[in-house]
């Protein structure tokens, strides 16, 4: 475990990192707004600080959110996602009239415990805009 940090709890230390992506509703480019991805980052730093998450990586892209963050162990990770996503809807819906009406993100997420891959999946997350490709739209 190079290079790691290990935090503790009064029982318990831990290391518990994860990969998660979720997507607004109707994978719209909705995040594409400069401010819109400014503003969650500075949400998501604050809903960390709360509920005492570290935010080790992410990449706010048009159209998902990959973080990668460490919760602490007293903590499940759907309630993790849960809370980011709430708070963020709710908190960035009353900072701005871009966003369309509504639910703001899907209900689903991804979620992958990261381990001996570590510094794989931070590369991908910092590099997510050179993945991306437009996909060509079928006609409906």
Not at 4 to 21: A, F, G
Not at 38 to 60: P, V
């Amino acid at each position: 475990m190079a290079n790691r940090r290990l935090y503790q709890l009064s029982h318990c230390t831990y290391i518990c990192q994860y990969h998660i992506v979720w997507t607004p509703k109707y994978r719209g480019k909705v995040l594409a707004d400069k401010y819109i991805k400014a503003e969650l980052k500075r949400i998501f730093k604050q809903i960390a600080k709360w509920k005492g998450f570290a935010i080790t990586g992410w990449h706010i892209g048009d159209e998902h959110i990959h973080l990668v963050l460490i919760i602490p162990s007293k903590y499940s990770v759907s309630y993790a996602v849960c809370i980011l996503k709430a708070k963020a809807s709710a908190w960035i819906k009353k900072k701005t009239t871009k966003l369309p009406a509504g639910t703001l993100w899907e209900r689903g997420y991804f979620v992958s415990t990261i381990g001996l891959d570590e510094h794989m999946v931070k590369n991908y997350v910092a590099n997510q805009s050179q993945h991306q490709v437009e996909m060509p739209k079928l006609p409906l």
